[in-house]
Nanobody, 127 residues
Framework: QVQLVESGGGLVQAGDSLRLSCAAA????????MGWFRQAPGKDREFAAS????????NYADSVKGRFTISRDNAKNTVYLQMNNLKPEDTAAYYC????????????????????WGKGTLVTVSS
């Protein structure tokens, strides 16, 4: 069983930056595609970013492209989401997820594609 624990959320102002972390325990982290999703109040959970097992391939939702950067450190079993130039519309609970599929497929952006989930960390961006 894989446990994912997010941290780094908080209350910031528009234009600020935050870095989210997700620490994994159990399983084989270094073989998983990792993703970040987010869910705003009253809305469905949506894809934000994903990264291949070796960190060489990434994919971003259009809404965050150019502002967010996903990265990973397999030695630390941790994936990160650097969020710059935050906007009020980025306010959401952010969830880390793991896809244990053995190959990276950037089209795997649906909630149902992920096998393991963290409990989320809240990001609030004030205007």
């Amino acid at each position: 069983q894989v446990q994912l624990v997010e941290s780094g959320g908080g209350l910031v102002q528009a234009g600020d930056s935050l870095r989210l972390s997700c620490a994994a325990a159990g399983g084989t982290f270094s073989t998983y595609t990792m993703g970040w999703f987010r869910q705003a109040p009253g809305k469905d959970r949506e894809f934000a970013a994903s990264i291949s097992w070796n960190g060489r391939s990434t994919n971003y939702a259009d809404s965050v492209k150019g502002r967010f950067t996903i990265s990973r450190d397999n030695a630390k079993n941790t994936v990160y989401l650097q969020m710059n130039n935050l906007k009020p519309e980025d306010t959401a609970a952010y969830y880390c997820a793991a896809d244990r599929t053995s190959f990276y497929d950037s089209t795997r952006t649906q909630v149902g594609h992920m096998h393991y989930w963290g409990k989320g960390t809240l990001v609030t961006v004030s205007s």
